[in-house]
């Protein structure tokens, strides 16, 4: 009974669900179609074989995954970049949409939103090209203005006692306004009444922030952070494959760029897909536990 | 009713936009698959699509150059060119792995492009042509047994059962071809005349290193920046060339009893090694070296901020054409000859002229005889003086049976000094036909480089009586690399192999001489794990009483 009355709510606002489809079809054609693929994973790859020709391989470029030298070094790298992207990235977005929500000028507000939104659509080439230019040992601005300031030039970039610094700033640089939208979202449907109550019951600004606004995101923050947490194993492939250098090799190097240098570079698509399969199904684990303890903690999970 | 119409009118627009989308990524390929009869000289006219996997390779400005429309008179094909910017060996296993396949391939006949174009001819990816041999003579010729250097011919030409599917070119025809690229390491005469050194005093790598620190110490100024010691050009290319100064610079040493080993595993590779983290440590190696993009390697050199450049001469003439005519006397001359690791002093420079490409037609090829008759015509000695010269009667002259350039030519190529070459490529010169044209015959049937200038030929005869004081002896011995690759323990072993470059930059920059040793003894230890020494025992045995390369210089 429920669920013809749910099919009937589904056709009454058909138009509606319409827009889903494009983004059914995008999940379908860009994430479920290859899965088919995966089976390379377990295969000899050979480029006559293909997918379902290449001769079964079992287990082989697991374990040899698992014997690489350097196998410690890139999880543990991966790792610790995604959980400092993720812990001091994550609250970034929260803090611009709450400070944009503040901003009484609206014209003042949406010229900030919009050019916080810029650097997302902005390829990760250009953003590192622009970094390696103001940020050059050889002329770059920011060198240029520490000299003349009397301080002497640093080296930024591909340095590591500045590894971490570069990547994380430049990540938030390049996401927080696009990750505020959802937040400004949640924020401007929180009920103005709630304010106003708050501030009959005394609260100043940050305590209505404290007690209203923040309560009002908070649903949508730990399905997010449940999401990011599935994106754990997987730093970055564009950025650090960019900004990291020989120099920086040792706590630079991630499993995303292992997976294409392994794949693309060295034409070992089996060992490839297997490493790509192992970070998604630690990306799985991670999510289901994480929604299970956000489900007991908060009663706010995914499913 | 006309809420109706309106959402209709939007559903209509949303799935008219959709398909758009669809249909834009659709391939477009089809437009460029035309086969058509009847083209000058009577042949079928086709177009087919060359990969050109040279990194930074690039084309003319217009579609058809003058001298593509000879080939195409000639052969009725007409070249639709791809170019790689990037890295060749990932194009080549990229192009496979996507089934995204010109109809002719050509690139780098070395290293792991070399390596996946043998690949893609073992799992059927490439055109078997042995048959079709007899009918191409000027093929079959350029890969010959007697023309093709042994180990390459066993590798690459003769190791499919009697198929054939892969062409090498640009090997010397004979003795007075071949090209000698100069590698070295070259500074600018001002700088070595205001920090007083004579570039050719400098032997040992003791003297090069306080020549270094002598250019660093007079603390030099180039636009309003400090003047870098020791630089190169893109991604560290080619800043490690010192390394014959440590070991005999090929892949493989002679452990003096009558066996070989990686030079990765010598004592003179950890000394290499530590001595260019001491210059980089120092200051006196461009710590963005290895790193940089050839748009930011080129400005510090048009803006003079290098003082020794690392590279072949060629690309040092043309990258620093525009500054020296705008500073003259700053034109960059050898440092050395910089001792080698084991030579004797009187021993001519070894170095490897083997062909530096190879071509072969895909299984995606729409015309494979079109294919076959393009290649041929190209490797004809008309095919090669027309892709090497330009069009006899346009661009140049036979005169007393000797290729002179006409002036207006050769003045209107030496005014672009850009190092782009856009006014040779205009015509059709330098834009990947030459890559193609069989065996080198520049010297021996053609009548050596008609467009270079004077003054670069007096750089390059300056350079070579530097650098070369025993002259040249062009390697024939066998080259370990392709031996240990048939070892039962390669493909275990290969990953850690691929790695010994990678490694080595990491310990240039590592933050103590005992750390960068244990990254190269880490890789060491993983490399003897994935089955090293039985590939290496395998090696020796196969080589047991033949002449092995020990001793290379980069070429």
Redesign the interface.
């Known amino acids: 009974m429920r669920s013809s009355l749910l099919w009937k709510k589904i056709w009454q606002h058909k138009?509606f669900y319409?827009?889903l489809?494009?983004g059914l079809v995008w999940f379908f054609i860009f994430s479920y179609v290859p899965l088919f693929g995966v089976q390379v994973a377990f295969r000899d790859y050979?480029?006559?074989?293909g997918f379902t020709g290449s001769p079964w391989a079992g287990l082989k470029y697991f374990q040899?995954f698992f014997?690489?030298?350097k196998f410690e070094q890139i999880l543990r790298n991966t790792i610790i970049i995604s959980f400092m992207k993720l812990f001091i990235g994550f609250p970034m977005p929260i803090l611009l949409a709450i400070l944009l929500n503040e901003i009484r000028s609206i014209k003042f507000q949406k010229t900030v939103q919009t050019l916080s939104y810029l650097p997302h659509f902005v390829s990760w080439i250009v953003v590192v090209?622009l970094m390696?230019r103001l940020l050059?040992?050889?002329?770059g601005p920011v060198n240029e203005l520490l000299i003349a300031l009397g301080m002497e030039p640093v080296?930024f970039?591909?340095n590591?006692s500045w590894f971490y610094q570069v990547i994380v700033g430049s990540d938030i640089w390049k996401s927080i306004g696009w990750n505020s939208i959802i937040y400004m979202a949640a924020i401007a449907g929180i009920d103005q009444q709630l304010y106003e109550a708050a501030k009959i019951d005394g609260a100043n600004r940050f305590r209505q922030i404290w007690h209203v606004t923040l309560p009002g995101v908070r649903n949508i923050a730990i399905i997010l952070f449940i999401l990011s947490i599935g994106s754990l194993m997987s730093a970055g492939y564009e950025q650090l494959l960019l900004l990291s250098?020989?120099?920086t090799?040792?706590i630079g190097s991630v499993l995303d760029v292992h997976v294409i240098q392994?794949?693309?570079?060295?034409?070992?698509?089996s060992?490839a897909a297997a490493v790509g399969l192992f970070q998604s199904v630690i990306g799985l684990v991670l999510i289901l536990a994480v929604n299970r303890i956000a489900r007991k903690v908060s009663d706010v999970s995914l499913f | 009713m006309r809420n109706l119409g309106l959402?209709g009118a939007?559903?209509f627009l949303?799935a008219v936009l959709?398909s758009g989308v669809l249909a834009g990524c659709a391939n477009k390929d089809d437009a460029n698959n035309e086969v058509s009869d009847g083209g000058a000289s009577g042949t079928k006219e086709v177009t087919l699509k060359v990969l050109h996997n040279w990194n930074g390779s690039s084309g003319a400005e217009m579609d058809m150059t003058p001298v593509e429309k000879v080939i195409k008179e000639k052969t009725g094909v007409t070249v639709e060119w791809e170019y790689t910017t990037g890295?060749e060996?990932?194009k080549?296993?990229?192009i496979?792995?996507t089934q995204d396949l010109p109809d002719i391939y050509t690139g780098p006949a070395w290293g792991?492009e070399l390596?996946?174009i043998i690949?893609?001819a073992k799992?059927?990816?490439l055109v078997d042509f042995s048959d079709k041999l007899d009918k191409y003579p000027n093929l079959a010729k350029s890969i010959a047994k007697e023309n093709v250097p042994p180990a390459l011919y066993e590798k690459g030409i003769d190791a499919y059962d009697g198929k054939k599917y892969l062409l090498l070119q640009n090997q010397p025809a004979t003795d007075k071809d071949g090209t000698d690229w100069l590698y070295g390491f070259y500074v600018r005469k001002d700088i070595a005349e205001a920090v007083g050194v004579d570039p050719q005093s400098v032997k040992t790598k003791d003297e090069f290193y306080q020549f270094l620190k002598k250019i660093k110490d007079a603390n030099l100024q180039a636009?309003?920046?400090?003047v870098?010691p020791l630089g190169g050009f893109s991604n560290g290319w080619a800043v490690g060339i010192a390394n014959t100064m440590f070991y005999g610079g090929a892949g493989y040493v002679d452990n003096g009893d009558g066996t070989i080993e990686n030079s990765f595993f010598s004592k003179g590779y950890d000394d290499y090694t530590l001595y260019y983290r001491k210059l980089l440590s120092e200051g006196l190696l461009d710590?963005?070296a290895?790193?940089?993009?050839d748009p930011?390697a080129k400005e510090?050199i048009v803006q003079g901020?290098v003082a020794i450049l690392a590279a072949h001469y060629p690309a040092i003439l043309d990258a620093t054409k525009e500054y020296v005519k705008a500073n003259p006397g700053s034109d960059f001359i050898p440092v050395g000859p910089l001792e080698r690791a084991g030579a004797e002093p009187d021993r001519p420079v070894d170095l490897g002229i083997q062909g530096n490409n190879v071509t072969a037609i895909t299984k995606a090829c729409k015309d494979v005889d079109a294919a076959l008759r393009l290649l041929d015509y190209l490797a004809s000695d008309e095919g090669f003086m027309l892709v090497r010269y330009g069009v006899q009667g346009v661009h140049w002259d036979m005169e007393n049976g000797k290729p002179t350039a006409k002036k207006e030519w050769f003045d209107k190529f030496a005014a672009d000094t850009s190092g782009k070459l856009t006014a040779r490529k205009n015509e059709g010169l330098e834009i990947g036909f030459s890559s193609m044209s069989g065996m080198d015959r520049i010297n021996s049937v053609a009548g050596g480089d008609i467009w270079l200038d004077q003054e670069r030929i007096a750089a390059m005869d300056n350079a070579r009586k530097i650098l070369r004081p025993n002259g040249i002896k062009v390697i024939t011995a066998y080259n370990p690399g392709d031996v240990i690759i048939k070892s039962d323990k390669w493909e275990?072993l290969k990953?850690?192999m691929?790695k010994t470059n990678?490694a080595w930059?990491?310990a240039?920059?590592a933050?103590s001489d005992e750390a960068a040793l244990k990254i190269l003894n880490?890789?060491r230890?993983?490399m003897r794990?994935t089955g090293y020494d039985e590939a290496m025992k395998f090696t020796n045995e196969n080589l047991k009483g033949k002449e092995v390369v020990t001793m290379q210089l980069p070429n």
């Not at chain 1, 050059?136 to 002329?139: A, P």
């Not at chain 1, 392994?262 to 698509?269: A, F, K, N, T, V």
């Not at chain 2, 290895?290 to 993009?293: A, D, P, R, V």
């Open positions: 138009v319409f827009f489809l494009p050979t480029f006559s074989g040899q014997d690489y030298y090209t390696q050059s040992l050889h002329g080296q970039l591909y590591t250098g020989p120099a090799a040792g392994s794949g693309i570079s060295e034409g070992r698509l060992y | 959402k939007k559903l949303a959709f890295s060996t990932e080549v296993n990229a496979f792995a792991g390596d996946g690949k893609a799992e059927d990816q636009n309003g920046q400090p870098i710590a963005e290895f790193t940089q993009t930011i510090k901020r275990m990953p850690s691929d990678d930059k990491e240039v920059y933050k880490e890789l230890e993983q794990k």
